[in-house]
């Protein structure tokens, strides 16, 4: 009661307080607002491509040491986006960029790997090519071992392919 008495007391008091906390809850709601649309807070996450992606010993080619990638089912992987590494297993990953699209029955045979720090590679949809610095001692598949490939698509930073395979 004795609050009330207060406020009544000194009327021109309340007009000055009600104003200024409306004015910080405007201001408050108008900076929730622009965060929300300027920043796109509210919006969703773009997902990256999912693709159903093979590796395996090329069985047409009797002898030699090289892998078949093949697109098998899912979304295209638009060239200049995704990445190929092939490194035997414990090594880091050492990514080739293709600027070819990778679509559903594209296939790509090769019998390198992708970390040669001297090589210039050339990784499209079909082959991977070493086209400067091919050392064949050191940048060719070998029969027997394991190697892992790995395709992202560095947009989304998201892994299609992650797996290990061994060469025969």
Known sequence: MQLISIFLKNADAVSPIIGVVLTVVITVMIAALVAVFGFSFGATESKGPTAAITVEN????????????????????????????????????????SLTDLKVGDQIMTMNVTNHPNAVYNVTNSV????????????????GQKYDVKI??????NMVLDTVVEVR
């Open 152 to 157: 992202i698509v560095y947009p989304f930073k």
């Open 128 to 143: 991977v090519n070493i086209t400067a610095g091919d050392d064949p001692a050191v940048t060719r598949l070998v029969a």
């Open 58 to 97: 090329a069985p047409d080619t009797i002898g030699v040491a090289d892998l078949k990638i093949q697109h098998k089912g899912g979304d295209r992987l638009v060239g200049g986006d995704w990445s190929l590494s092939i490194v035997p297993v414990g090594q880091p990953p050492v990514y080739q960029r």
